[in-house]
């Protein structure tokens, strides 16, 4: 996946948590399903403001995240364009649209019955909807919530609420059973998560540490964002990663910036820590753990599978 510099993708990921615009269509609260368990698709459909008569057949996706809902859903064959970001799952109709730089006219060109977006980058919302698109925005989640609800509004719109439910369900299942069976600690393990080799990381404010705190790690940077001016992704020195010596590095940057547990051992000051000493540092995959879709499973299973190799 084409990737910018870790001090850009940290600042994308902040402006994406954001609140954004009010002209937005958000994923929000659901209606226009049936109730139940096993809901039935029904037309018009609603989400938050945003109404569908009928089911959309040619959907464009400009979020990474909402691509693999919406083929994690049984939505693929109604995707006809993805944005350059998306790349999961292999067969994703990806297109030259830029998703850092979406242009309204060029997502017009793809004849779209409804846009969905992960953040309003240009105001493109405001154009796509002079333009009379539907779109949806459903921005970066902050909770795991966020998450199954967004995949529920998806379902809705698209037809597959029964879908959708039986995702959300599986990976609450699934997520519960991965972090149940953790040894319980008189103490805390510590963590650093790197978005790059600038340091820049995530804090337990922020949906990737939600993640960690599920398996009851302590983040080392939550006091460099105490007044939250990093908006959940302060920048670290090598002076405060080294003295709070963490337990465990997870690194998000093994394709994008190609950093490895040797590379890191080799740094500076680094050697002597304890994450690297009792080889907890763990490479994760770059896409997987900058997104809050379906695969944030696999994510909680990495994190877990690494907190249950150390005793109690």
């Given at each position: 996946m084409s990737r910018r510099t870790p001090r850009v993708f940290a600042a994308l990921l902040a402006a994406a948590a954001l609140t954004l615009g009010a002209c937005a269509e958000k994923s929000s609260d659901t209606t226009g399903a049936a109730g139940?368990?096993?809901?039935?698709?029904?037309?018009?459909?609603?989400?938050?403001?945003?109404?569908?008569?009928?089911?959309?057949?040619?959907?464009?996706?400009?979020?990474?995240?909402?691509?693999?809902?919406?083929?994690?859903?049984?939505?693929?064959?109604?995707?006809?364009a993805v944005d350059d970001q998306s790349n999961y799952p292999a067969e994703v109709p990806k297109s030259d649209l830029s998703g850092f730089q979406p242009n309204a006219e060029a997502i017009a060109g793809k004849s779209p019955d409804l846009v969905v977006l992960s953040n309003d980058t240009n105001k493109i919302v405001d154009q796509l909807t002079k333009l009379k698109i539907p779109v949806l925005l459903a921005p970066a989640a902050n909770t795991l919530d966020d998450t199954y609800r967004q995949i529920t509004d998806l379902g809705t719109l698209t037809g597959h609420p029964a879908e959708a439910t039986d995702l959300t369900q599986r990976m609450r299942d699934d997520i519960a059973k991965l972090v149940k069976d953790l040894p319980q600690r008189s103490e805390k393990l510590t963590y650093f998560h790197e978005l790059g080799p600038e340091l820049y990381t995530a804090t337990s404010k922020t949906f990737i540490g939600s993640l960690y705190a599920l398996a009851g790690l302590e983040n080392i940077a939550d006091a460099s964002d105490a007044d939250g001016k990093a908006m959940g992704y302060p920048q670290l020195s090598q002076e405060v990663i080294v003295k709070a010596d963490p337990d465990f590095v997870f690194l998000a940057d093994t394709r994008c910036c190609q950093q490895s547990p040797e590379k890191l051992k080799a740094r500076s000051g680094w050697a002597g820590l304890t994450a690297v000493k009792n080889n907890q540092v763990v490479a994760l995959d770059d896409d997987i753990a900058s997104r809050w879709g379906p695969r944030v499973v696999d994510q909680v299973r990495a994190i877990v599978d690494a907190v249950a190799k150390v005793p109690a």
């Amino acid at each position: 996946m084409s990737r910018r510099t870790p001090r850009v993708f940290a600042a994308l990921l902040a402006a994406a948590a954001l609140t954004l615009g009010a002209c937005a269509e958000k994923s929000s609260d659901t209606t226009g399903a049936a109730g139940g368990n096993s809901p039935a698709a029904s037309f018009p459909a609603t989400v938050g403001k945003l109404t569908l008569d009928k089911r959309p057949e040619k959907i464009v996706s400009m979020s990474p995240t909402a691509t693999e809902m919406l083929f994690a859903i049984g939505a693929g064959k109604q995707v006809t364009a993805v944005d350059d970001q998306s790349n999961y799952p292999a067969e994703v109709p990806k297109s030259d649209l830029s998703g850092f730089q979406p242009n309204a006219e060029a997502i017009a060109g793809k004849s779209p019955d409804l846009v969905v977006l992960s953040n309003d980058t240009n105001k493109i919302v405001d154009q796509l909807t002079k333009l009379k698109i539907p779109v949806l925005l459903a921005p970066a989640a902050n909770t795991l919530d966020d998450t199954y609800r967004q995949i529920t509004d998806l379902g809705t719109l698209t037809g597959h609420p029964a879908e959708a439910t039986d995702l959300t369900q599986r990976m609450r299942d699934d997520i519960a059973k991965l972090v149940k069976d953790l040894p319980q600690r008189s103490e805390k393990l510590t963590y650093f998560h790197e978005l790059g080799p600038e340091l820049y990381t995530a804090t337990s404010k922020t949906f990737i540490g939600s993640l960690y705190a599920l398996a009851g790690l302590e983040n080392i940077a939550d006091a460099s964002d105490a007044d939250g001016k990093a908006m959940g992704y302060p920048q670290l020195s090598q002076e405060v990663i080294v003295k709070a010596d963490p337990d465990f590095v997870f690194l998000a940057d093994t394709r994008c910036c190609q950093q490895s547990p040797e590379k890191l051992k080799a740094r500076s000051g680094w050697a002597g820590l304890t994450a690297v000493k009792n080889n907890q540092v763990v490479a994760l995959d770059d896409d997987i753990a900058s997104r809050w879709g379906p695969r944030v499973v696999d994510q909680v299973r990495a994190i877990v599978d690494a907190v249950a190799k150390v005793p109690a």
